[in-house]
């Protein structure tokens, strides 16, 4: 850390983060087990699974506000696994913002700066620099409770970046903003991590905050890790069941884990497809969702457009042919089974 | 007409009588009355009688009332002591609140319990309950009895859960992990306690001890038997205006009352403006 | 590493450990260990003095007295604070908060100035005691001046637990009942007591304790006859004060039964809280 700098650490600066088997446990129940990952440095990397899956236990594990069983942390290189937060130099945002509610915008980003006993003149710049960043120069002597949850939460980024950590960390940042807020704020994440390229790890229970964002995206489930690996990558070829399904909508077909939209409608019968009763048409926004019945009582369905219904003439009660557009990348007994995974 | 006289008219049966939320009704109107009248004859009138009697004798009467010298010392004499016993329930009950709050350890429960005991204890009891430990024949050999001390410890007995019970429900409801962003700044643990949990919890240490300290002025069952009530030394306030009551001088009596009143009248008014602030900051 | 895991996950414990021996510390040495060698010091010659004073005639009568003048005390605080309570939450009125002020003024006040106060408004020579005495009633040195001393020093009690109960229902579930046609008698029994129970029964218990403790402002207006006007609270200063062994007994004996009261009423409290918490 130098006193000069502005937000973005220079590219020799950036840091990594390494953990090797990690296990946590509380009581009886595991939250990680023998966890081994490595957050690539200046990318933006998503922690992604269901809630309870462990990995906001992870996160706490690497800011320092919780300590593995078993296990180690580094970070930038440096063994820190059970340095206490103070000396980590992580930056971390919280769901709920966690804003120092009687002091105002500026005094909040402020903080860690003063704590460092800085020159006035220097936390005032950098103050402004960092305001200016998250868009909230004219909140700058508002108090938190005069703020809406989005800007709230800029002002917990600016907040994080004042200290120039060597990591980001944020625990579900967005999970308590409505759904427009939200995605204004995916954006802008994005962008910000452009110019500023601090190592950066969120954590997130929606796929679709994890694809839109992240570089790459680690799915953690029951306290173990199921898959590393990009967005397309993680998308296209799910290392198994699990991840195939909470990254995107899955239907079966003919036991075969399948898109919905991958499927291809067949009126007539031909090889591999298998032969089902359309059961209902169901219109939502611009697709249609196909819901079928077949011969082994299973209930595959497909995802449409409403040109391609009109095409093929299908109506509810007819009788059409399925046949997977792709082949599955896994056998499809594979079920939960956690594959070795390529980093 | 306003629209919502139009609309208030127009909706038939619960609102019939077009009584808008919050209107007096004529029962409530009544009980309003009734609740009012209690008020005057039980409060208000004994208040302005006090006041109106302390100044029977004009201004003059009233300083020469209030400047006595015995009426002085036992003002000075409790005035000190609240303050005294106010400035460390602030401190002590801060710590005691953040112990049953963020500590955990066997027998909390308990001590929850002992902390109540100043509250539903008679006054007159706690000052026996002290007198038989910190008295003539108590165990350690320490005889507060008729000491300026031993007035200060029965104070600090009656006022013990002020402060505790007004910051407790703070500090349970304050968010851990504003003191977790604060350690990941860079925050030391006593840092964190500085600029973050006490600005916090100060509104709710200020109320606890604005009445508190209201207490200590006003007590006097819990003093009597241990101050044994020395004048010029360990005699209070309400030793004193009972005294001059009992002596049929009811002009020095309400006098001091007068003065007793008046500073709790200003510590509630402050107490208020001090929760409204907090109010707003949300 | 499992010493450094322990040590890395307390790593306030030696603050922590001195808090806590402080707080434990100053509230045994302050409360807990008097009201122990109170407990002490009442049996110590055995349980058969003592059970001479508690079926002596004078604390008998003082017993009588106080559950007496601390029955009608809270019976009155409870009506008064359900009815004000209701008052001041729904309804809006000029006054409002000069009338809520007005109720937090007495237990601010020292309880001989409570005393004074009613004494110079109700005693003899007050502004109205000489026309109610010609009318036939006597309120200072009596029971009624005893009574009025009481309600005002327990008087927001009720008051205060009950009000934050009334804003927290809100009026919707009376609007329901009032648009299913149920009067304002019915909305009262049915909807709007069943809510606050917890709270009104948490602040009668506090009004009671309070009630039966009262000491300087009955001090003040009662005059303290043995046998006809004097309560536990100034039995136990009367016999205190006397000295000689058998007062001594006497005070002691007294003092423990409020004590007694007390920290069962305290159990009472501490049972009801988590109730109205979760409500």
């Known amino acids: 850390m130098n006193d000069h700098a502005t937000p973005q650490s220079s590219p020799e600066a950036r840091s990594g983060i390494v953990v090797r088997g990690v296990h946590r446990s509380f009581g009886d129940f595991v939250a990680l087990e023998d966890i081994d990952l490595e957050v690539k440095p200046g990318g933006l990397t998503a922690l992604l699974g269901p809630s309870g899956g462990g990995k906001s236990t992870l996160l706490r594990i690497i800011a320092g506000l919780d300590y593995p069983d078993s296990g180690t942390v580094e970070i930038g290189g440096r063994d820190a696994t059970f340095l206490p937060p103070q000396r980590r130099s992580v930056g971390f945002v919280f769901q709920h913002y966690a804003a120092f509610k009687h002091l105002t915008t500026a005094r909040n980003v402020a903080f860690g700066l003063e704590i460092r006993k800085r020159p006035k003149a220097e936390v005032r710049d950098r103050v402004r620099e960092l305001l200016e960043l998250v868009h909230l120069e004219q909140f700058a002597d508002r108090l938190p409770s005069q703020l809406s949850g989005g800007q709230r939460q800029r002002m917990a980024l600016a907040r994080a970046l004042a200290v120039q950590p060597e990591v980001l960390l944020l625990d579900e940042p967005f999970g308590a903003l409505d759904a427009k807020v939200r995605k204004e704020l995916r954006d802008w994440l994005r962008r910000l991590h452009d110019e500023v390229h601090v190592t950066t790890l969120f954590v997130t229970h929606d796929q679709e905050e994890a694809l839109e964002v992240a570089d790459e995206i680690v799915v953690i489930s029951q306290g173990r890790i199921e898959q590393v690996g990009s967005p397309a990558q993680l998308y296209d070829h799910p290392a198994n069941e699990f991840v195939m399904s909470f990254l995107g909508p899955v239907t079966r077909l003919g036991g075969v884990l399948v898109r919905p939209h991958d499927i291809e409608v067949l009126t007539d019968e031909r090889a591999g497809a298998v032969q089902v009763e359309v059961t209902k048409l169901l219109r939502v926004g611009h697709e249609v969702r196909v819901e079928t019945r077949a011969q082994d009582g299973s209930t595959p369905w497909v995802q449409l457009t409403r040109a391609q219904v009109a095409e093929l003439g299908l109506v509810a009660g007819g009788t059409v042919w399925l046949r997977p557009l792709v082949a599955t990348p896994f056998p499809a007994d594979s079920s939960r089974t956690p594959e070795p995974v390529p980093a | 007409m306003s629209l919502v006289a139009q609309v208030d008219r127009a909706t038939p049966s619960a609102f019939a009588r077009g009584r808008r939320p919050g209107e007096l009704t004529g029962g409530a109107s009544l009980g309003l009355g009734i609740g009012v009248l209690w008020l005057s004859l039980l409060v208000l009138l004994p208040i302005a009688a006090i006041v109106s009697t302390a100044f029977e004798d004009g201004l003059a009467g009233f300083w020469d009332a209030v400047t006595d010298a015995e009426a002085l010392s036992a003002i000075r004499f409790t005035v000190g002591a609240a303050l005294l016993v106010t400035a460390v329930n602030a401190v002590v009950g801060t710590l005691i609140a953040w112990v049953l709050v963020r500590d955990q350890f066997p027998g909390k429960r308990v001590l929850e319990v002992v902390i109540d005991i100043p509250f539903a204890l008679p006054t007159i009891v706690a000052g026996l309950v002290l007198i038989t430990l910190y008295g003539p024949s108590g165990p350690f050999g320490i005889n507060l009895v008729g000491t300026r001390a031993g007035v200060v410890l029965a104070l600090l007995f009656v006022t013990l859960p002020f402060v505790v019970r007004s910051v407790q429900p703070v500090l349970i409801d304050a968010d851990r992990e504003v003191e977790q962003a604060a350690a990941s700044l860079g925050a030391s643990g006593f840092t964190t306690f500085r600029r973050v949990i006490l600005p916090t919890v100060t509104p709710a240490v200020l109320s606890g001890a604005a009445l508190s300290f209201a207490r200590a002025l006003g007590e006097f069952g819990s003093v009597i038997l241990i101050s044994a009530n020395l004048i010029g030394q360990t005699q209070v306030s309400s030793s004193y205006i009972l005294k001059m009551i009992e002596s049929q001088e009811p002009v020095a009596a309400a006098a001091v009352a007068t003065l007793l009143l008046a500073v709790a009248v200003v510590v509630l008014v402050e107490l208020d403006v001090v929760q409204r602030r907090t109010a707003r900051r949300g | ?279």
């Not at chain 3, 020292?110 to 009633?137: K, N, Q, R």
């Not at chain 3, 109960?165 to 149920?182: N, R």
């Not at chain 3, 136990?236 to 002691?252: H, I, K, M, P, W």
């Open chain 3, 1 to 279: 590493m499992d010493a450094r895991v322990r040590r890395a996950r307390r790593r306030t414990t030696r603050t922590a450990w001195v808090l806590r021996l402080v707080a434990i510390g100053y509230v045994l040495g302050l409360v807990a260990l008097p009201v122990v060698s109170v407990v002490q010091h009442t049996f110590a010659d055995g349980l058969a003095p003592v059970w001479d004073v508690l079926t002596s005639d004078d604390f008998l009568a003082a017993l009588r007295l106080t559950a007496v003048v601390a029955g009608i005390a809270t019976v009155l605080n409870t009506v008064f604070g359900v009815g004000m309570g209701v008052l001041l939450v729904r309804y809006r009125f000029w006054g409002r908060r000069f009338v809520s002020a007005v109720i937090d003024l007495p237990v601010s006040i020292s309880p001989i100035v409570v005393g004074v106060a009613l004494i110079l408004v109700y005693g003899t020579y007050g502004w109205f005691g000489g026309a109610l005495e010609d009318a036939g009633v006597r309120v200072i040195f009596s029971v009624p001046g005893m009574v009025l001393a009481t309600v005002l020093v327990s008087l927001p009690l009720v008051l205060r637990e009950v009000v934050p109960t009334l804003e927290e229902a809100g009026v919707e579930q009376e609007q329901a009942a009032q648009s299913l046609g149920a009067s304002a008698w019915q909305r009262f029994w049915r909807v709007t007591l069943p809510t606050i129970r917890w709270a009104l029964a948490y602040g009668v218990a506090l009004s009671l304790a309070r009630s039966l403790g009262e000491f300087g402002a009955v001090r003040v207006v009662s005059g303290s006859v043995a046998g006809e006007s004097q309560t536990l609270t100034l039995y136990v200063n009367d016999s205190y004060q006397e000295l000689g062994a058998d007062a001594q007994r006497q005070a002691f004996a007294a003092a423990f039964v409020l004590m007694a009261i007390a920290v069962a009423l305290i159990v009472v409290i501490a049972a009801l809280r988590p109730k109205e918490e979760r409500s």
